[in-house]
């Protein structure tokens, strides 16, 4: 709580604000999330090597077209990895919001989440059609579909980059007027 003091100042009482116990709240949730999502990031990329080695012993065994079954399972590995990429870079993303408080940075690190999402999409989709002998009318609507949503997002990433920079420069401009 503050109180104004014989100068005119706001001098702290003791204790904390709502807005103040609701920022130290804020700070150690995210922190919790950070914790969780390097825990999840490493329990995917521990469980799809181990189901990787275990795939890949029993396709030894039973002697299938081991060439297939090797780009199944690789392509399966893949996906895997780059969702424990992704799920780094979400990690990446809070660590640089807890940093830094700034809206680019953290719009910068969802970019990239983005990017290797729509990424990991169009390259399992692709292997996916060639492996399934999928009509490729099918793949041309997902990956057109894919890089629409791509274009859309960028734009809107774009929009709110500029939307910030002009509020920032208007409010510079108004402190120097002063």
Do not use: C
């Not at 100042?9 to 150690?28: Q, R, V």
């Amino acid at each position: 709580m503050s109180v104004p003091n014989s100068h005119g100042h706001s001098e702290k009482k003791h204790g904390f604000s709502i807005a103040e116990i609701l920022e130290h709240g804020d700070g150690w949730a995210h922190i919790l999330v950070s914790i969780l999502l390097l825990l999840l990031a490493i329990g995917v990329l521990i469980n799809s090597t181990i189901s990787v080695v275990r795939d890949l012993y029993h396709a030894n065994l039973t002697g299938k077209d081991s060439g297939a079954i090797f780009v199944q399972i690789g392509l399966h590995f893949l996906s895997d990895i780059l969702f424990g990429v992704i799920v780094l870079e979400l990690l990446s993303t809070i660590l640089t919001y807890i940093k830094a408080r700034s809206l680019e940075a953290t719009i910068k690190e969802f970019l990239i989440v983005g990017l290797i999402s729509s990424i990991r999409k169009i390259l399992l989709i692709g292997a996916q059609s060639s492996l399934t002998a999928a009509p490729p009318d099918e793949f041309v609507k997902e990956a057109i579909g894919t890089i629409l949503s791509i274009v859309g997002i960028l734009l809107l990433i774009g929009g709110l980059l500029l939307l910030d920079y002009r509020v920032r420069t208007k409010a510079v401009e108004a402190t120097h007027e002063l």
